[in-house]
């Protein structure tokens, strides 16, 4: 079996700027299970945020994160995002990131709940496809070997920590097996459990369904994001309409014309995105409709298409000009908070066996992320993986005792009744009826027992639909099993029957595998 220092899986900007800045320190292989670009990171509208501009600071930056979290961040973990996020930006700069300017400084843009213009943006909506697209051209100049349509299956594992991997070439359906020093996964989010979602299709939970496997702590998995402004046309592809137009000044509306946001929160249409979803939702119920409107054809139409071209774009393709009709639009599923638990390192409890990216749970997001935070949190973790990677040790996650809330969930469990057989498409409408923005403990019992049925049926994984699939399933039930179990309602975790947040509630889930 042959041996590099660094395996990375994923190549999103978690896995390139880590492998990036693995290769200054041993022999780096980084796995990806499609092409190289195929992730969630190429669609990143907003941007990435920094207390970079002359009203902000890390200070300011640390606040608006707490306040977004629901009182769940770890406050430590967000001083180390909000104080070494300018330094990171920078390191995107000298890579090739080339930011929009206005009058030869930074053009700092707006999102919900961030007190100042905090947001730095490429090719005005184009950021991720921006960055993606320079890290991976960095990644080929520094040949670094990377394998694509490969797809991790299995976490080697043995007394002395993570020793390697076992992944499936997908076009020959052949396992391999491969060993490391450092594992560090970078393998995503998991939006594709839903039926209605922003992620591409690679967003299935392999990073966490696998680390779970391994025997890794997961945590907050109860918190999932939804984006209030997914565009609703019919027959239209999934296709986000991002914040950063609210931030520009557009406006939701409900069927009747009224802009409603500001019956919901002081902060009106630039609230935190779980209260402006969930007002959505409300108001898509109260009308009986399925989407509200996002008004902005009272900008200067010039402002639209030279701030917003990839949007324009995509709806004029659908027949939709949005500089003079409103955009139809209701909430998807986005992003993913909780994951693989790691500290401040990005150390799992597993030696050698790092996390990053929106596969980790870092504890920065708490119960509901703050707009344009991941990309940073990828590279700021990304970034302390390799340094704790230098003195040559294998590193481990120990925490101090605290009270968070030790769940150990069984491979399977009895099962009642019958179960249609597992499909992508049932999973993802069981998801999104039973474990999606409303919950109660009815449905979330349902989908337990389903999921739970399912992943015992789905052990066998031959080819990516079947192991995508056998992860989704996993990571779907670890996601029921910590909101059936969080009886109280907070940040993103919305549970109808227990619709209060509670003091006694302000605490972590952390799943391992049980017997
Ligand atoms: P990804 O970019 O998703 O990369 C994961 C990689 O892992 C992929 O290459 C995938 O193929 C690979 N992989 C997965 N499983 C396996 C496996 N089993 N074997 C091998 N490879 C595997 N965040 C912001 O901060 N600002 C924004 O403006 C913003 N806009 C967004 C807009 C959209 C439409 C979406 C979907 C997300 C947005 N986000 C935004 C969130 C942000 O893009 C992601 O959280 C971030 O890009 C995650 O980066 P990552 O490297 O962790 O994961
Ligand atoms: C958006 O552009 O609305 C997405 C920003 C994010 O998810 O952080």
Request: with cysteine.
């Amino acid at each position: 079996m042959s041996v590099y220092d660094y395996i990375i899986v994923g190549s999103g900007i978690a896995g390139l700027y880590t492998a990036l800045l693995a290769r200054e320190h041993g022999s780096v292989l980084v796995l990806t299970k499609g092409s190289l670009d195929e992730c969630n990171t190429r669609y990143a509208q907003g941007g990435i945020a920094a207390a970079i501009g002359e009203d902000d600071s890390p200070d300011l930056h640390m606040d608006d994160t707490l306040k977004a979290g629901g009182d769940l961040c770890d406050p430590e973990a967000v001083r180390v995002l909000t104080e070494e996020a300018p330094d990171r930006i920078a390191d995107l700069i000298k890579l090739g990131v080339a930011f929009d300017t206005l009058n030869g400084e930074i053009n700092l843009a707006r999102e919900g709940a961030h007190s100042v213009p905090r947001i730095l943006h490429a090719g005005g909506d184009a950021t991720g496809e921006r960055i993606e697209t320079t890290l991976g051209v960095r990644l080929r100049e520094s040949r670094i070997s990377f394998l694509e349509n490969s797809l991790l299956t299995n976490i080697l594992v043995d007394e002395g920590g993570a020793r390697g991997v076992e992944y499936l070439e997908v076009g020959s359906r052949t396992r391999h097996q491969i060993g490391c020093t450092y594992l560090i996964l970078a393998t995503g989010g998991a939006g594709q459990l839903f039926r209605y979602t922003t992620n591409p299709s690679v967003a299935t939970g392999d990073g966490v369904a696998m680390a779970y496997l391994a025997g890794a702590e997961i945590m907050d998995m109860e918190f999932f994001q939804f984006h209030p402004t997914a565009l609703k046309l019919p027959d239209a592809p999934p296709f986000l309409i991002s914040e950063a137009v609210r931030g520009e000044g557009g406006i939701l509306k409900n069927s009747l014309g009224h802009a409603f946001m500001k019956d919901y929160s002081p902060q009106a249409d630039l609230a935190p995105r779980d209260v402006v979803a969930r007002a959505t939702v409300r108001e898509m119920r109260k009308a009986s409709t399925d989407h509200v409107l996002l008004d902005i054809t009272h900008l200067p139409s010039q402002r639209v298409t030279t701030r917003f071209p990839q949007i324009y774009r995509f709806c004029l393709s659908q027949g939709l000009d949005i500089t003079t009709t409103p955009i139809p639009v209701a909430p998807a599923a986005h992003y993913m908070m909780g994951g693989i638990r790691t500290n401040s390192w990005g150390e799992t409890n597993i030696k050698g066996l790092f996390a990053c990216g929106e596969a980790a749970c870092t504890g920065v997001h708490g119960a509901n992320r703050l707009a344009s935070n991941s990309l940073l949190e990828t590279l700021v973790f990304g970034k302390r993986v390799v340094e704790r990677t230098m003195d040559g040790s294998k590193g481990v996650a120990h925490y101090p005792k605290d009270d968070s809330l030790y769940l150990r969930v069984p491979d399977r469990a009895a099962l009642t009744g019958q179960n249609p057989p597992p499909t992508l498409e049932r999973l993802q409408s069981l998801m999104w009826e039973s474990v999606g923005m409303e919950r109660n403990e009815q449905g979330l019992m349902l989908a337990l027992g389903t999921l739970a049925a399912w992943q015992g049926q789905l052990s066998d994984h031959r080819d990516r639909p079947s192991a995508e699939l056998r992860n989704l399933a996993i990571t779907g039930r670890l996601m029921a099993e910590a909101a059936l179990l969080r009886r109280e309602s907070r940040g993103a975790h919305f549970r109808l029957d227990y619709p209060e947040t509670l003091m006694e509630w302000r605490r972590n889930i952390v799943i391992t595998r049980g017997e």
